[in-house]
């Protein structure tokens, strides 16, 4: 019975369909919806904004810079006029006295990532609580 009542309404769609054929727009349709668009008031349309300004993007080259110019200093480019930085203490640290690749660059690297990743988490959190639109 139920497959008698879908046989009933297919044929049913299918014949109003055919009936009543496909709209077509104007021919001015796309122009008409730029204009109504253009009308609309200012205050209804979204404003993008960074999730970094540029305050902020001054802020990490400047870091960038100053890491880079302390890793310059180091090994063989090193000069007398930028302080240079000992971190040698976490070679010695009993925990890594079995592990020989731990290097004044990767350490380095740790602490740049470790500066990225709470620079991101409270970027992330201030962006998050002023609200996005």
Known sequence: MEENK???????????IKEIGLEEPSTNFTTDVFLKIQTLPIENVYVHKPLISKWGWCLIAL???????????????QQNWIPVLKLDF???????????FISNT??????A???FIYVQVFVLKRYFADGVD
């Open 63 to 77: 870091l960038i810079t100053g890491v880079s110019l302390l890793l310059l200093n180091t090994g063989p480019f």
């Open 106 to 111: 990767m350490v380095y690297g740790f602490l």
């Open 90 to 100: 976490f070679t010695k640290l009993a925990l890594f006295d079995n592990l020989n």
């Open 113 to 115: 990532l470790t500066i």
């Open 6 to 16: 879908e046989k009933e309404l297919d044929f049913f769609l299918k014949k109003n």
